[in-house]
C-alpha cells in the first residue's frame, strides 16, 4: 500500500517533470519554412527561402529580453545577442546586384552589394566593445571578414533606420527604441560563397537535410544572377500592449536565377534549378509550404503537379499564387513549369517601380572627384525619401558643394527638396562621413544629389595588397514608405499570403545604389628605403653645412706656399 | 613717392585683375604647391559652411585651421564676396608696404656700423624695391591669389618685425603670438625679434629684463589667443585639429615640403621617433643663429624664415614668397653669395617641372610619386643651399670689415 502511494506519487512527479521539461525546452518554439518561386518579368526566376524561428523571450525583470533555454532556435545566435546586449541583429551577405527597374522591389529589403550588418544594441557603457566583440563573433561564425567592420566602417544613421521588430515597434511601440543605439557597418567588397552558407545552414534545425532547404546546392546557388543570404532576429510583440515578447530569427536566401540563359525558353523545374527536389518537409516545421508566383492571365503556361490557388487579399492585388503544402504531400516534390512559346522574348519596356536610384563617381584623375546620386520618382505623387550615405574617411566630402536639384526644374530650390540633414563629418582613420536627408521628391522627376571630395594620401602601408585596384565604396541606401501597391512585385505578395507579416512594414521600401570603386593616389610601394635615404641626405646637407659655418672662424691663409695650404680644407 | 604709390597701386590691381580671371584663381586654389591643408581656402569654406550650420568643425578631419580664421571670415561673409579678393590683395600690398618700411629702418640702423670699403658713398638698395621684389615676386602673387590663408601668418610676422624695429615690445610680441597662433612655427622667431628691440630699441633694458617681458607679453597674448578660442568653439577639440595636425601630420597631402613623401612611405615602428626628429629639426636652429648673429637679429628672421619654408611640415611657395622678400633687406650680402646661378636654375626647374610631374602622376598615370617627389626634393635642395649661401655671405662680409687687412687674401674657413 505503501509502496503503491510513492510510487503514485513518484508518476505524477515525473510527469510534472516532464511537462514543465518540455515548456522550458523549447515546446513554445515554433518553425516555419517557406519558399517562394516567382518569374520575373525579363525571364529570370527569382527564389525566396524564408524560415522563421520563434521563441519565447524571458520576461522576468532581471533578464528582460535574454534567452535561457535553447530549443530550435540555435544556441550559437542566442549566446552571441545574450552577451553583447542586442535587442535586433540584421546580416545581409549580397553577391551581386539587384536590378530594381527590371525586378520590381525585392522580397527581403537588404539588398546592397557586400555584407551589411546593422544592429540596435542596447546603450550601456559597453557598447562600442560590445559592437566590436558582435562584428569579431560574426565574422569566425559566418566565415566572413566581418571583423574589418571597424570604427572606419561603423556609422550610427540617425534618420533612415528604424527597429522592425514587433510589427515595426517604432510606430507602435515608441518605447522598444529607448535605451537601444543603432550600429550600421557594410563591407562592399566581400565575396559570398560556400564557406558562408555552410554556417548559416548549421542553424536551421533540419540543416539541409530535409525541407525546403535541401534545395540550397551551393553549386547551382552561386551560379546565379544575384544571391543574397541574410539573418535577422528581432524582438516580436505578442499583444498591443507588448507584455510578451517572442524572438524571431528570420533566415533567408533570395537568389534570381537565369532559366533563359541556357535554352532560350523560360521552362524551369526544381531539378534543373538546384539539382534537387524536396524529400520531404521538416518534421519540427509547423508550416512548410511552396508558393510560384502564377504570371497574368494572358500568358499561357503548364505547372505541376497541381496546385491550390489562393488570391491576393489586397484589392489591387489580384495575382495568384499556386500553393503546395508540404506537409500534405506523400512524396518527393518536383515542381515543374513550361511555358508555351518557342522563346522567351525580352520585353522592351522596363519595369517602372516608383523610386529607383543610381550612384555614379564624377570627376576624373587621383586628386578629387565628386559622388552624383540620380533618384528617380516615377510616381504620380511627390513622395517623402530618408536618403543615407556613408562615405570612408579617405574621400574627404565638402559639405559646402553639396548640391540637391531636380534635374529640368532648376527652378526648384534646395530649400524645397531638402526637408532635414545629419552630417557627420569624417575623422582621418577612425570614423566615416555620414550624410542623412529627408527629401521629398516632387511627381515624375529625377532628383540628384551630388557633392564634391578629395581623395587622401594613405600611408603605403594602408593600402590593400591590390592597391591599383581602388577602394570599395558602399551603397547610398534610400528608403521610403511608399503606397502599398508600389511593392506588390514580389514582397507584398508573399507577405499576404505568409502568416508572419510582421517582418517589414508592407509598404516600407529600401533601395541600394551600386557601390562604387574609387582608385586612390599610390605612392610607389619598393621606395621606403630610397626616400628615407635621400630625405635625410637633403636634411644632413643642411644642418651639416650650417653646422659648420656657425662653428667655424675665418682665418686669412697668411703666405702661400707653406704647410698651411696643402692643408687647407673647404 | 610717386613712385612708392604707383607700385602699390599696380600690384593691387594685378592681384584684383588676377582674382577676375577664375581659370588662374580657381587653378591655383587647388594646387598642392600653393594651397595646402592648413592653408587651404576650400577647407576654411567648408570649415565655415560647418560652423554656420552648427555642426562643429573641429569634430572632423577637414578644417584645420585656428577659430581665429573662422571667426574673421564668417564676418567677412555678411559682406558681399568681392570682398573677399578685395582683402587679399589689400593685406598683400600691406605686406609689401611694411617691408619698405622694415628696410628704412633697418637703413637707418645699419648707418652706424662699420662698412666694407667699396660700400662707402654708395647707397643702400631702395626700399621701393624690396617692396616691388616682394609685390611681383610671381610666388607671392601665385600664393595671394589662391586665397591661401598663409598670408595672414606672413602678415603677423612683418608686421611683428616692423614693430620691434620701431622699438614696440608690446606689439611685436602680440604680432608673433598671433603668427605663432595662426601656424606654430613662427614662434621661433620670437628670440631674435627680441633681440632686435634689445639691440635698437630706444629704452634700452638690460637682455635679461628685455627677454624676462617680452616672455610675458608673448606667453599672454598667446593664452588670451587660446583662452578667446576656446570661448568661440566652446571646446579645446581645436587645438589637436590645428597644432595636432601640424605637429603629428595626420594629413599627408603633398606639397612642396619633404614630410609627405617620407612618412607615407615611413615604416609604422619608426614613424613617431622621426617625426620627433623632423619636428625638433626644425626648431633647433632658433638658438645657434641667434648667438652667432647677435648684432643682426633681422638676419636671423630672414634665415629663421627660410628654415620654416623648407623645414616645416606643411610648406607652400607662401613660406618662400616671405623669406625671398626679405632676404633683400639685407641686400648688401648678395656680393658675397656664390651659387646665385645654380639656385636660381634649381627653382626655375622645379617651378616647371613639379606642375608636369604632378600632372604625370596623378593625372596622366604614366608618371608615379617619385617623379613629384624628386622635384620637391630639387626645388627644397635649392632653398638649402640658397640659405647656407646667404649665410657664408653675411659671415663672410663680417669677416672682412672686421678685417680689412685681409682684402685681396684667400681665407678659408676651419
Redesign the interface.
Known amino acids: 500500500m505503501r509502496y503503491t502511494r510513492i510510487s503514485a506519487s513518484f508518476i505524477v512527479l515525473c510527469t510534472y517533470i516532464l511537462t514543465t521539461e518540455s515548456k522550458l525546452s523549447g515546446r513554445q518554439d515554433s518553425f516555419e519554412e517557406e519558399l517562394l518561386i516567382s518569374p520575373l518579368d525579363d525571364g529570370k526566376l527569382l527564389t525566396h527561402f524564408q524560415f522563421t524561428t520563434l521563441v519565447e523571450l524571458d520576461s522576468s525583470k532581471e533578464k528582460q529580453g535574454k534567452l535561457s533555454h535553447y530549443g530550435l532556435f540555435p544556441k550559437a545566435i542566442g549566446q552571441v545577442i545574450n552577451h553583447h546586449n542586442v535587442q535586433e541583429l540584421h546580416l545581409t551577405f549580397t553577391q551581386g546586384r539587384w536590378q530594381y527597374e527590371e525586378w520590381g522591389y525585392p522580397v527581403a529589403q537588404s539588398a546592397g552589394t557586400g555584407v551589411e550588418l546593422w544592429a540596435w544594441m542596447r546603450a550601456d557603457a559597453n557598447i562600442e566593445t560590445n559592437w566590436r566583440s558582435l562584428t569579431n563573433t560574426l565574422s569566425g561564425l559566418f566565415c566572413a571578414s566581418l571583423n574589418f567592420i571597424d570604427d572606419t566602417l561603423t556609422s550610427r544613421p540617425e534618420l533612415s533606420f528604424r527597429p522592425e521588430g514587433s510589427n515595426n515597434s517604432y510606430y507602435h511601440n515608441r518605447h522598444m527604441n529607448e535605451g537601444v543605439e543603432l550600429r550600421y557597418g557594410h563591407l562592399p567588397h566581400e565575396n559570398v560563397c560556400t564557406e558562408n552558407l555552410t554556417p548559416w545552414l548549421k542553424l536551421l534545425p533540419c540543416k539541409s537535410k530535409a525541407g525546403i532547404a535541401a534545395l540550397l546546392n551551393a553549386h547551382k546557388l552561386y551560379d546565379t544572377n544575384y544571391h543574397s543570404m541574410a539573418i535577422h532576429i528581432l524582438p516580436v510583440c505578442q499583444d498591443d500592449a507588448c507584455t510578451v515578447q517572442k524572438l524571431k530569427l528570420v533566415q533567408t536566401v533570395t537568389s534570381v536565377l537565369d532559366p533563359v540563359r541556357d535554352t532560350g525558353r523560360r521552362d524551369w523545374s526544381l531539378t534543373s534549378l538546384f539539382d534537387r527536389d524536396i524529400p520531404s518537409y521538416c518534421p519540427v516545421s509547423e508550416r512548410s509550404s511552396v508558393m510560384v508566383r502564377l504570371p497574368a492571365q494572358k500568358e499561357s503556361f503548364q505547372l505541376s503537379p497541381n496546385y491550390e490557388v489562393i488570391t491576393g487579399k489586397k484589392q489591387h492585388n489580384q495575382k495568384n499564387m499556386a500553393y503546395y503544402d508540404l506537409k500534405k504531400a506523400t512524396e518527393p516534390l518536383n515542381l515543374q513549369m513550361t511555358w508555351d512559346e518557342e522563346s522567351f522574348l525580352y520585353p522592351a519596356e522596363p519595369l517602372k517601380p516608383g523610386i529607383v536610384a543610381h550612384k555614379y563617381l564624377t570627376g576624373?584623375?587621383?586628386?578629387?572627384g565628386g559622388v552624383t546620386v540620380n533618384i528617380f520618382n516615377q510616381l504620380n505623387d511627390s513622395q517623402e525619401i530618408d536618403y543615407f550615405d556613408s562615405v570612408p574617411?579617405y574621400l574627404?566630402?565638402?559639405?559646402?558643394t553639396l548640391k540637391v536639384s531636380v534635374l529640368g526644374h532648376e527652378s526648384i530650390s534646395q530649400k524645397d527638396i531638402v526637408k532635414d540633414m545629419y552630417?557627420?563629418?569624417?575623422?582621418?582613420?577612425s570614423r566615416p562621413q555620414v550624410l542623412e536627408m529627408k527629401l521629398l521628391l516632387p511627381p515624375n522627376s529625377v532628383t540628384a544629389v551630388s557633392i564634391e571630395f578629395?581623395k587622401?594620401?594613405?600611408?603605403?602601408?594602408e593600402h590593400r595588397p591590390d592597391a591599383n585596384r581602388g577602394f570599395d565604396v558602399g551603397p547610398a541606401i534610400i528608403s521610403a514608405v511608399v503606397p502599398e501597391h508600389i511593392n506588390d512585385m514580389a514582397a507584398n505578395e508573399f507577405n499576404a499570403i505568409s502568416k508572419h507579416t510582421d517582418m517589414e512594414a508592407l509598404s516600407q521600401i529600401k533601395v541600394y545604389t551600386e557601390i562604387l570603386l574609387a582608385s586612390l593616389?599610390?605612392?610607389?610601394f619598393s621606395?621606403?628605403y630610397n626616400?628615407?635615404t635621400?630625405?635625410c641626405t637633403?636634411?644632413a646637407?643642411?644642418?651639416g653645412?650650417?653646422f659648420?659655418?656657425?662653428i667655424?672662424?675665418?682665418?686669412?691663409?697668411?703666405d702661400?706656399g707653406q704647410d698651411q695650404q696643402p692643408e687647407?680644407?673647404? | 613717392m610717386e613712385k612708392s604709390l604707383f607700385i602699390l597701386l599696380l600690384a593691387f590691381i594685378l592681384r584684383l585683375w588676377l582674382f577676375n580671371l577664375p581659370a588662374i584663381a580657381n587653378t591655383l586654389a587647388?594646387r598642392?604647391e600653393v594651397v595646402t591643408p592648413i592653408t587651404s581656402f576650400?577647407r576654411l569654406?567648408?570649415g565655415?559652411?560647418?560652423y554656420q550650420?552648427s555642426?562643429p568643425?573641429y569634430?572632423?578631419?577637414?578644417f584645420h585651421q585656428p577659430p581665429f580664421l573662422l571667426v574673421l571670415f564668417n564676418a567677412i561673409s555678411t559682406l558681399p564676396s568681392s570682398v573677399i579678393p578685395i582683402v587679399y590683395a589689400a593685406v598683400d600690398t600691406y605686406i609689401g608696404y611694411l617691408l619698405t618700411i622694415i628696410t628704412y629702418d633697418k637703413q637707418r640702423i645699419y648707418e652706424k656700423f662699420p662698412t666694407l670699403q667699396v660700400e662707402k658713398g654708395k647707397k643702400d638698395i631702395d626700399p621701393w624695391t624690396v617692396a616691388a621684389l616682394y609685390l611681383f615676386n610671381p610666388l607671392t602673387i601665385a600664393s595671394c591669389v589662391s586665397k591661401s590663408t598663409i598670408l595672414f601668418t606672413n602678415l603677423s610676422i612683418v608686421l611683428s618685425l616692423a614693430y620691434a624695429l620701431k622699438g614696440k615690445t608690446i606689439h611685436s610680441m602680440l604680432w608673433i603670438a598671433l603668427a605663432s597662433y595662426l601656424s606654430c612655427y613662427p614662434a621661433m622667431l620670437m628670440p631674435p625679434m627680441v633681440l632686435i628691440t634689445y639691440n635698437w630699441a630706444p629704452h634700452q633694458l638690460s637682455l635679461g629684463k628685455q627677454v624676462q617681458v617680452s616672455a610675458m607679453y608673448f606667453v599672454s597674448s598667446l593664452a588670451m589667443l587660446l583662452i578667446a578660442s576656446y570661448i568661440l568653439t566652446g571646446s579645446w577639440d581645436y587645438l589637436y585639429s590645428t597644432y595636432g595636425t601640424i605637429l603629428c601630420l595626420?594629413?599627408?597631402?603633398?606639397n612642396i615640403g619633404?614630410f609627405?613623401?617620407?612618412?607615407?612611405?615611413?615604416?609604422?615602428q619608426f614613424r613617431n621617433f622621426f617625426l620627433v626628429v623632423?619636428q625638433l629639426?626644425a626648431f633647433i636652429?632658433a638658438a645657434?643663429?641667434c648667438i652667432?648673429f647677435r648684432e643682426h637679429p633681422i638676419f636671423v628672421v630672414i634665415v629663421l624664415s627660410g628654415i620654416m619654408s623648407?623645414?616645416k611640415s606643411y610648406p607652400s611657395i607662401g613660406d618662400a614668397a616671405l623669406y625671398l622678400g626679405l632676404l633683400p633687406v639685407h641686400g648688401e650680402i648678395f656680393k658675397y653669395t656664390r651659387y646665385g646661378f645654380l639656385i636660381a636654375n634649381l627653382f626655375l626647374y622645379s617651378a616647371t617641372l613639379a606642375p608636369i610631374f604632378w600632372h604625370l602622376?596623378?593625372?596622366a598615370g604614366s608618371g608615379?610619386?617619385?617623379f613629384f617627389?624628386a622635384i620637391t626634393?630639387v626645388y627644397?635642395?635649392g632653398q638649402?643651399l640658397l640659405?647656407?649661401d646667404v649665410?657664408?655671405a653675411m659671415?663672410?662680409r663680417s669677416?672682412d670689415i672686421a678685417?680689412p687687412?685681409?682684402l685681396g687674401?684667400?681665407?678659408?674657413?676651419?
Not at chain 1, 576624373?364 to 578629387?368: D, K
Not at chain 1, 587622401?456 to 602601408?461: D, G, N, R
Not at chain 2, 569634430?59 to 577637414?62: A, E, K, N, S, V
Not at chain 2, 687674401?409 to 676651419?414: D, L
Open positions: 576624373y584623375g587621383h586628386e578629387r574617411w574627404k566630402l565638402y559639405l559646402h552630417y557627420q563629418p569624417a575623422i582621418d582613420r578629395d587622401v594620401f594613405l600611408k603605403y602601408t593616389p599610390t605612392p610607389d621606395m621606403p626616400v628615407i635621400l630625405t637633403v636634411i646637407l643642411f644642418f653645412s650650417l659648420k659655418l656657425l667655424q672662424k675665418f682665418e686669412v691663409v697668411e702661400e687647407k680644407t673647404t | 587647388t598642392v576650400k569654406t567648408e565655415l559652411y560647418l550650420h555642426v568643425p569634430d572632423g578631419g577637414i595626420t594629413d599627408l597631402t603633398p619633404m609627405w613623401y617620407f612618412f607615407i612611405e615611413m615604416f609604422d623632423f629639426h636652429f645657434p643663429l652667432r623648407i623645414f602622376w596623378i593625372y608615379n610619386a617619385n617627389y626634393l627644397n635642395l638649402v640659405l647656407i649665410v657664408y659671415l663672410r669677416f678685417n687687412q685681409a687674401k684667400e681665407v678659408i674657413q676651419r
